[in-house]
């Protein structure tokens, strides 16, 4: 049985820092290609950041620059570093994967068939 369990997410300063993570179980992680969507309420899931299977990784405009991506073979784990957090990064986040994304659909909520829980990001002073 396939589980993404991301951790805990928070309430954040503009201008601060977090870090989500998001540990996978029941798949062969290597083969995995992992991204990171978020979605606010009434809102599409929006792209945020994938990274492929060979450490490819992808962003969208909005996070370029201030949020990356990395992942970890030896504890199953991928992470989403935000940096410079401003208040339209409010978001659900969730991290999702798939074993056959094609890089051109990395972007595509549709390509994913597996889902984290999801983690509330609230950023304000």
């Known amino acids: 049985q396939v589980q993404l369990v991301q951790s805990e997410g928070g309430l954040v300063q503009p201008g601060g820092s977090l870090r989500l993570s998001c540990t996978a179980s029941?798949?062969?992680?290597?083969?995995?290609?992992f991204t990171w969507f978020r979605q606010e309420p009434g809102k599409e899931h929006e792209f945020v950041a994938g990274?492929?299977?060979?450490?490819?990784?992808y962003y969208s405009d909005s996070v370029k620059g201030r949020f990356t991506v990395s992942r970890d073979s030896a504890k199953n784990t991928v992470y989403l570093q935000m940096n410079s957090l401003n208040p339209e990064d409010t978001a659900e986040y969730y991290c999702?994967?798939?074993?056959?994304?094609?890089?051109?659909?990395?972007?595509?909520?549709?390509?994913?068939?597996?889902w984290g829980q999801g983690t509330q990001v609230t950023v304000s002073s």
């Open positions: 990274i492929k299977w060979n450490r490819s990784t």
């Open positions: 029941g798949l062969t992680f290597s083969r995995y290609t």
């Open positions: 999702a994967a798939s074993s056959s994304v094609i890089t051109s659909a990395v972007a595509n909520k549709e390509s994913y068939s597996y």
